[in-house]
């Protein structure tokens, strides 16, 4: 069984995922910083479940001071699950902007409902291509040798990585990088029905129900932030999507 990490949220709780801020889209920035200065700052918790960066090339390259500034003055407990964009988020940024770092895969407790949260991109499994690069970037190895090289090879080698993957993804169809519908019901029941899933990373914001076994299960999809800023809110023992 998975480890149950006691996050209990009684009261209010924001979900965001995939805001893929990058420097070349400062409006983007902008608009992320007002959200957690007027939003995120009114509710005791923040979770950010991955691709809060378009890359993330190692804490040292200082990158999103205004971010950054940003984070440190919430009040607001923040965690955070990496993504397959910013999976290199070390603990000089953790620390930095007092962000707790959970595992891909974390349950947590919603009022009285029990609830998955992940990034989303283990659940794509049809996408075999992907899941093998997704294993060759995590190993301690690949990391470690990328984060020994300067900072502009490490931006090279995103870009370079950014451009092969927005090629390949031309040529899947959407069904194939999508989640797989098996995959996220046997998640659902290894979990022992948790009421809620949330996640990101297929950028197709949506609530699905699955009747598991005689219990409701709800899948939220969060959306991405290329054309407007939107999260979801737990508040009154409810759970909504939000536009900004
Ligand atoms: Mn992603």
Known sequence: MRKYQLIKVDTSAIFVSDTHLSEDSPSVIDKFNRFLETHANKHEFLFILGDLFEYWIGDDANQFESVVTTLQKLKTKIYFIPGNRDFLIGSDFLDKTNITILEDL??????????????????????????????KVRSEDW?????????????GICKDLRKKSY?????????????????VKNLFKELNYPSLMIHGHTHRPKRH??????????????NDWYDSGSYLIWNDGQLNSKIL
């Open 143 to 155: 990391k470690k040798e990328f984060l020994n090289q300067k900072i502009h090879t490490r931006l």
């Open 209 to 222: 129900e699955y009747l598991l076994d005689n219990h409701t299960c709800e899948r939220w999809v969060l």
């Open 106 to 135: 974390t349950l947590i407790q919603l009022g009285n409902k029990k609830t998955v949260i992940l990034h989303g991109d283990t659940l794509c499994i049809d996408d075999k291509e992907y899941q093998e690069f997704r294993t």
């Open 167 to 183: 090629e390949a993804q031309k040529n899947k169809s959407e069904l194939l990088m999508d989640v797989n519908e098996d995959e």
